[in-house]
Structure formats: structure tokens, C-alpha cells
């Protein structure tokens, strides 16, 4: 029976609403200084610190909001969304700062929406077919495709515009099929002759009700796990989030919603949904596919909850059953329905696999070592690249299949009625399914994980993670939010410092190899500080 609301359940403490005052007035100076960002001009000009300046501020308002939050109890939910979707209102304002991905959001969605293969031609291939070029392809249809993309691109000067400023352009498009879905809705929604930069603002809008929609199944969860709703600020009022989706519109708002819809119907039990939604997941960004145990184990514990007749071992397992056979199968067909497609796909990830390296620190480090003991192998000047690679590929399989093995035997070891064992959490009730909030926990670690030894550490890849915050095992990581601004100075040095600083042939390699290690660094020492002194607690 749901509870009356009283008048007193409408009134909120003056340091709450201090703090989103604060957060807001961060925010507004923010879209103030973005003014300054107008793409393709003025580089050296822009006000990249300035910004990085008012970032780390609200990350300061922010983090003391968390730890506000954790230890004297979260403000009402409704507070906590209404000051989000304020947030995120006012970003929307604000022009882009130093993020272009939406272009070639936009251009793809244009070619899906067209009939065209998006994973057929880069840019560039469609230039040099312009300029008289033929394609050497061996595909019959090529003329025929290009055709039809240089019909797309001179349907409107908006498209050309678009096209010409996909970055990357001798890359063919690596987003998979359901983050295609999402661009062919705006490629059919916005006809060509809107200008570019209300198409821009439309990507951000729709990336912003994605980013809200999780927000929204994370209130959910969280009462669901019997923790106090209001903790929903750790992704609502989240200054990295609120960046890299209402301003700079990253696609990793749809895998992250999905996600978030995947765990939420595993935990009320529905394996069929939960597949169909965990495959949407892994389709938008391939990363979801390392949460795969583990949203299987909240079934299994949802089914033992449910106090279903049968032997309990035998009917733990069907519902994950379901959900796997629901996964594979929308995956697989997906994937196989072209195979040429598929190849294409298949080969531009693993040009990013293999070749791509920024902001990263475990990875450099690793690599730098073995370049620096390995002088036999001179010869070979990527190995180290390679053994790297291998080194953090195994080290995070690993880690999966260990979580996993932990999750696996607390499912066997604790009765369907047991209380959680964490007890570092302050709770409202008890959870709809025990021994959920454990599972969560080892989801955000292995998406932390994932992003700690990814040789690509961008912010956004970060914000796959900040709505399994409130369950995280170390509140260290609170801290990150904050921490990966940094990777926007880079662009300050690269524009400011490009002949060199200190000992450095550029500025960027003093900020990759110094100010990124001092970055995760000081991470660390503060992660390690707080694992050191639960272990002593314990």
C-alpha cells in the first residue's frame, strides 16, 4: 500500500538546496566559457583551463553532496531528479567543448536511413570516389553505393557540412548495430535542410533522455536493493555525466540505459526482457558483454527470492538459462544477418584493439616497462605494444572470471533469505532480492576495471560506471569523476605547447606521461589508502 505524502515530505534542507545553487551556478559558467569552443577556429584561443577550472569545482560540490549523502542521509528522490534534469537544461545551452563524435552520429544515421550499408565506405572513400576515384573493392555494388552517398551529401549543404567534419575520416565507422538503430531514428527524424547546428542539438537532446532514463531505473533499483533513493545524485548530479552527454552527446548514454534496464528486469525476474535488453547493450557497446555473469547470477538470485517450488538448484538456473539462450540469439542473428557487414565491423574494432592508446596510465606503464627491460627485442619496435595488450587482456579476464567464481559461490552459500553481506550501505527496507546489492557491486568493479587497464581511457568510458557508484565496494572511486577532466588539458598543450615543453619534443607528451600518471596516480594512493584500512577494520 503506497504511503500518504505529508507536507513535510516536500521540504528540503537548506544545505541541499545550497549545493545544487552551486552546482548549477558551475554549470552556467561553463556554457558561459563555451562560447570560446566554435569548431575548426580559434584553437589556441579557447578557454580549455578555464573550463577544466570550473569542472574540477563542481566536482568538489559534487563530491561533498555524495559524502553529505552517505553519511547524514540522500535528499528525496524527487529533489534529486528535478535538480538533474535542471542540470542538464542548462548544459544543454551550452555549445560543445572539444568532443565531434556527433557528426559522425549524424552522418551514419543519414546512411542508415537511406537504405546504405554504414560500414561500407570512410569519408575519405567517399572523397576520393568524388574526385574521380574508383574503388577497388571487388564488390559490384560499390558504384552503386557511393552514388548514393554522394546523393546523401549533396541532398543539403547541412550534409556536407556533417561529412566533412566526421573526425577520423580514413576510418570507417566502428559504432555497432543497435548504436546504428539510434542514429537511423535521428537520420529519419531530421530532414537534411535543418542547419548543423540544431541537428547537433537534437543528438544531445536524445542522448540527454537516454542519460535521464537511466537516472530514472537507477531511483528504481536503488529501492529495490533497500537503499535510500536519493543516492540516485551519485549519477544525477555527476558533472562528468552531465558533460559528456548533455554537451558533448557520447552514444555511451544507450548502452548504459540498457544496462541499467537489463539489471533492473533481472532483478524482478524477467529473463526474457532482461536478455532482449542486455543485447541491446552489448549491440550499442560491446563492453556490456563482460556484465553478462553477473546479470545472469541477479536471476538466479531472483528466482531462489521468489520461493518458487522445485529443486532449488535446477529452477535458480532457468531463468538465466532464458535470458543467455534470449542474448545469444539476439546477438547472433544480429551480427550474421550480414556477414560482409559484419566483416567490415569486425575490422575497424580491431584497428582500435590493436592501435589505440589515450589517456590511459596502467597500460603505459606496462608498456613502458617492457620497452625498457626488452632492449633485445629492438628489432621488433611494437612488441611491447602487443605484449601490453595481451598483459591487460588477460589480467581483465581474469578478473571477470574471478568476481564471477566470488558471486557464484556467495549464490550457493547463502539461503534465498539471507541478509547481504555488506553492511557498509545505510538501507530504507530490505532487499527485494538478497545479496543484490553484492552483485552490483561486482559490476561496477568490473567496468571500473575495464576502464583502468583499457588502453583508451576517455571520460565518457568512465561514465558507463557512475550509475553502479552507490553500490561500489571503495568510495575512492567517487574521486575519478573528477580526476579524468584532466584529459582535457591535453588539448591545451597540444594547441598551446605543440613545440615542445621541459624536456618534451610536444606538450602532449609531458601531459600523457606526466600529468595523466600524477592523475591516476593520486587515484591510486587514495583507492589503496581505503582498501588498507577496511582490511585493518575487517
Known amino acids: 500500500m503506497a504511503r500518504p505524502i505529508t507536507p513535510g515530505a516536500w521540504r528540503i534542507p537548506a544545505l541541499w ?258 536478455g532482449l535488453a542486455l543485447a541491446a547493450a552489448i549491440l550499442a557497446k560491446y563492453y556490456a558483454l563482460a556484465t553478462l555473469p553477473f546479470v545472469l547470477i541477479l536471476l538466479a538470485r531472483s528466482r531462489l527470492a521468489s520461493g518458487e517450488p522445485g529443486p532449488p538448484a535446477r529452477s535458480a538456473w532457468a531463468a538465466p538459462a532464458v535470458a543467455f539462450t534470449t542474448v545469444a540469439v539476439a546477438v547472433g542473428t544480429t551480427l550474421l544477418i550480414g556477414r560482409a557487414t559484419a566483416g567490415r565491423l569486425g575490422e575497424v574494432t580491431g584497428h582500435f584493439l590493436i592501435t589505440w592508446e589515450n589517456h590511459d596510465a596502467v597500460f603505459m606503464w606496462i608498456r613502458g616497462t617492457l620497452a625498457a627491460i626488452g632492449s633485445a627485442f629492438a628489432g621488433d619496435a611494437d612488441w611491447a605494444n602487443r605484449a601490453a595488450r595481451w598483459i591487460v587482456g588477460v589480467t581483465f579476464t581474469a578478473i571477470v572470471l574471478a568476481f564471477t567464481a566470488h558471486e557464484i559461490r556467495r549464490l550457493r552459500s547463502d539461503p534465498p533469505g539471507a541478509p547481504d553481506d555488506r553492511s557498509d550501505n545505510r538501507t530504507e527496507s530490505s532487499e527485494r532480492v538478497p545479496g543484490s546489492r553484492g552483485v552490483l557491486a561486482s559490476v561496477f568493479s568490473v567496468l571500473a576495471a575495464l576502464f583502468i587497464l583499457s588502453p583508451v581511457g576517455f571520460p565518457w568510458y568512465f561514465a558507463w560506471c557512475v550509475p553502479f557508484l552507490p553500490f561500489a565496494r571503495r568510495k575512492s572511486w567517487y574521486l575519478m569523476t573528477g580526476l579524468v577532466f584532466v584529459y582535457y588539458l591535453r588539448f591545451w598543450f597540444d594547441y598551446t605547447l605543440p613545440d615542445g615543453f621541459a624536456s618534451f619534443d610536444r606538450g602532449v607528451d609531458f601531459h600523457d606521461r606526466w600529468l595523466v600518471s600524477l592523475e591516476f596516480g593520486v587515484f591510486f594512493l587514495v583507492w589503496g589508502y581505503e582498501t588498507v584500512r577496511g582490511f585493518r577494520r575487517s
Open 17 to 274: 538546496v545550497v549545493l545544487l545553487l552551486a552546482l548549477e551556478g558551475c554549470v552556467l559558467a561553463i556554457v558561459q566559457l563555451s562560447d570560446g569552443f566554435v569548431h575548426g577556429v580559434g584553437h589556441a584561443r579557447r578557454p580549455i583551463p578555464e573550463v577544466v577550472g570550473w569542472f574540477g569545482v563542481a566536482s568538489a560540490v559534487y563530491l561533498a553532496s555524495v559524502l553529505l549523502a552517505t553519511r547524514r542521509g540522500a535528499p528525496p528522490a524527487w529533489f534529486v531528479v528535478l535538480g538533474a534534469v535542471a542540470l542538464r537544461a542548462t548544459m544543454l545551452l551550452s555549445s560543445p567543448i572539444q568532443e565531434d563524435d556527433f557528426y559522425r552520429y549524424l552522418w551514419d544515421g543519414k546512411v542508415v536511413a537511406s537504405g546504405v550499408d554504414p560500414y561500407g565506405f570512410s569519408p575519405h572513400e567517399i572523397a576520393r570516389f568524388a574526385a574521380g576515384e574508383r574503388p577497388d573493392t571487388g564488390d559490384p555494388d560499390a558504384d552503386r553505393d557511393l552514388e548514393r552517398l554522394l546523393a546523401i551529401r549533396d541532398a543539403s549543404p547541412a550534409n556536407r557540412v556533417i561529412l566533412e567534419r566526421v573526425n577520423h575520416p580514413g576510418l570507417r565507422t566502428i559504432y555497432p548495430p543497435a548504436a546504428q538503430g539510434v542514429f537511423a531514428l535521428l537520420g529519419w527524424l531530421l530532414p537534411d535542410r535543418l542547419d548543423v547546428d540544431r541537428q547537433v542539438l537534437a543528438v544531445r537532446v536524445l542522448m540527454t533522455l537516454f542519460d535521464l532514463g537511466t537516472l530514472l531505473l537507477l531511483v528504481v533499483l536503488l529501492g529495490c536493493t533497500g537503499l535510500p533513493r536519493g543516492l540516485a545524485l551519485a549519477h544525477g548530479w555527476c558533472p562528468l555525466v552531465i558533460k559528456e552527454f548533455a554537451n558533448s552527446a557520447h552514444v555511451d548514454a544507450v548502452p548504459a540505459f540498457f544496462l541499467m534496464l537489463a539489471v533492473l528486469t533481472a532483478l524482478r525476474g524477467r529473463a526474457a526482457v532482461t
